[in-house]
């Protein structure tokens, strides 16, 4: 089968991206499906001229009212969802209290508080599909509503050919050129593509992108991102699985020994086993702490016959000596993230904590999809205001005079498993 997203060695996190593109590749192949063609030289000639439309559209996007952008939104998203659309309620209870909790803690400190609607992410193709576009619509009403004045909401969102890759050349081009300026495009395979397209975008390259986030949720902006980082399989291999890893590095003493570490990974039966299946497939790191990743997150994938994601943790916790009383719970901890849609996504919200909440309030506000029967609804907003490092005070907007104290890990632990699948 001919690769859908060829990538080159980048000697960077970059190259662990291959692990979840051959996985889906696999898919592709194995349900006979068949994506639009898009050969190099449409690459290299006709996606640079839609994109620099799509940048050219959203320049023009920044000097309207802001209130019309959002209505502009509104509007493609339900042409997009083709009828099958879920009406906002402004005055539903969840988005009038998300409102007052707002506008409270903005009293209260004297800063805007900084919006993030946390996004569910059905799948992207089948009936479910429109539900996308609905999410993003009803993230994008939310928002202008708990702000209560004229804002332009922003949303995270990924424009790299395996996101786009259901739409033709020329519509990957407008949306990534669009989305990359306007919005918070992220392009997870921006380094070694050799296309003038990504060199259009610098700002949304995988390891620039972030820091846009966080500086437009820090100085009071309103931001929507689905909460998983992907579709639920990709979320689990790319994020669930490569924070386990660092946890379980934490839990044993090579931490500090990286040098022994891959010594044991290298000697270790199941791991050789993971070489011999990746060649040619996946460009393995050489540091220690990426191939204990590398060969987690392909044991997730599936691309390991004969291995599990369990079976594997277990391995890479006997290579990296960490206790036998610590081993139950990082097992437990992994297994059931392997079975969310949305995994805790711990590191985001520290980061959310560190760089956000100390400077200002935040309020997460949840935008979920169901499938019984189908809609889409906004949940209970919370309040994250900071106390010290890593510790923060969270009120729920149905509870206001409530509170409770969490470390940002708690924080991320309770949230998704209060809101999300």
């Keep these: 089968m001919t690769e859908s997203y060829p990538s ?3 000697g960077t996190a970059q190259d662990l991206m291959r692990v979840v593109t051959k996985a889906y590749e696999l898919r592709l192949e194995a349900d006979k499906t068949v994506l639009p063609a898009k050969p190099e030289l449409q690459r290299m000639l006709l996606e640079p001229v839609t994109r620099a439309a799509g940048l050219l559209m959203a320049a023009v996007m920044e000097l309207v009212p802001a209130d019309w952008t959002v209505s502009f939104h509104n509007r493609l998203f339900l042409h997009l969802s083709a009828g099958r659309d879920y009406p906002f309620r402004p005055d539903a209870p969840a988005v009038a209290a998300a409102r007052s909790l707002a506008a409270r803690l903005e009293k209260e400190s004297g800063l805007a508080p900084a919006l993030l609607a946390a996004i569910s992410h ?21 928002l202008r509503e708990v702000r209560g004045r004229p804002c332009r909401p ?3 969102v990924a424009i790299d050919p395996f996101a786009l890759d259901t739409i033709s050349v020329l519509e990957e081009g407008l949306y990534a050129g669009f989305m990359g300026r306007y919005h918070l ?22 390891d620039r992108m972030p820091l846009r986030l966080f500086r437009s949720l820090a100085e009071g902006g309103e931001v929507g991102m689905v909460l998983s980082g992907g579709v639920p399989s990709t979320g689990r291999v790319l994020y669930g699985v490569r924070e386990w890893a660092r946890r379980a590095r934490a839990a044993g003493p090579l931490n500090a020994q990286p040098a022994e570490a891959r010594r044991r990974l290298l000697i270790d039966a199941s791991f050789e086993r993971f070489q011999e299946a990746s060649a040619g497939n996946i460009h393995l790191p050489r540091g220690p702490w990426r191939l204990l990743e590398a060969w987690l997150m392909a044991a997730a994938a599936g691309l390991l016959p004969g291995e599990t994601a369990e079976s594997v943790a277990r391995a890479a916790l006997a290579c990296l000596s960490v206790p036998e009383a610590a081993r139950g719970s990082l097992l437990a901890e992994l297994a059931s993230d392997m079975t969310r849609e949305t995994p805790s996504r711990r590191r985001l919200f520290r980061l959310l ?3 956000v909440a100390r400077r200002r309030p935040l309020v997460l506000i949840p935008i979920v999809h169901r499938t019984g029967p189908l809609g889409v609804s906004e949940t209970e907003a919370w309040g994250v205001t900071w106390i010290a490092r890593d510790r923060v005070r969270v009120v729920k907007a149905n509870t206001p005079d409530r509170h409770d ?13 209060e809101h999300f699948a």
């Design 185 to 206: 495009g992220i392009d997870r395979l921006a380094l070694g593509r050799g296309h003038p397209g990504p060199l259009m975008s610098p700002r949304t390259r995988w």
């Design 154 to 156: 922003r949303l995270v």
């Design 122 to 142: 059905p799948p992207v193709m089948g009936d479910l599909a429109h539900l996308n576009f609905e999410l993003v619509r009803h993230a994008m009403l939310a």
């Design 353 to 355: 904590v560190g760089r």
């Design 405 to 417: 104290d969490m470390t940002a890990e708690r924080l991320a632990e309770r949230f998704t498993q």
């Design 8 to 10: 080159a060695r980048t």
